[in-house]
């Protein structure tokens, strides 16, 4: 059941993924490599390696997204879609009416993320909007990737959000130190999983965030 799942052997693949389903995450990367001549998606640097760093990356966060109480996906400073395209590419088969929200500010990126989501006919809202503006929003989950620090997207959540259950994203290799250090001011229940693409990264799951002392 569960599409995150990577094997390391000769080459990374998804498990339990159907042939229409690896198509459409080729197109996307495709699509990706085609416009980042136009407009920074990603790093050029990574383009070689896009199907390991950037798809099965954002792809094995379907660990904590495909759960019955999850149906609104809100993705935050999304840039190029990930990881959201990519889970709602997974998801389509899964959850008929499962809905992706996108906050981009950036113009060009937002009509990127239009033509994505027309193109693989995801049900999704994209707003070309600045996310520290927005007020009283309401969704099942938030997530982001490469966005913001967590104590920031913490702050975003408790100030922006009027209701979200949990709140997805990525650390680095000293995401250890930063969990310590938001623990301070912060509660919060924490699910983590190891990074399948990288030895250095983890995939947490934040819920029931509260700050201390109000």
Known sequence: ?????????????????S???????????????????????????????????HIYDSAQTIEFIDKNDINVCTDLGSGAGLPSIVL??????????FKLIFYEKSYHKSIFLK???????LEAKIFQKNIFEEKNLVTDVIICRAF?????IFEIATKNFKNFKYI???LGKSG????????LKWKFDLEQMKSLTSD??????ISNLKKKNG
């Open 1 to 17: 059941m569960i599409d995150s799942k990577i094997i390391k052997t000769d080459k990374i693949y998804l498990q339990n993924v």
């Open 19 to 53: 042939r229409e389903t690896l198509s459409e995450l080729d197109d996307y990367s495709q699509s990706i490599l085609s416009t980042n001549r136009k407009i920074n998606l990603i790093s050029s640097s990574t383009e070689k390696s896009i199907k390991t760093r």
């Open 88 to 97: 709602g590419i997974l998801m389509k088969s899964k959850k008929p009416g």
């Open 115 to 121: 033509e994505m989501t027309k193109k693989f006919k």
């Open 148 to 152: 913001k620090p967590l104590p920031v």
């Open 168 to 170: 997805v994203m990525y």
């Open 176 to 183: 250890k130190k930063i969990l310590k250090d938001v623990s």
């Open 200 to 205: 250095e990264s983890t995939v947490v799951k």
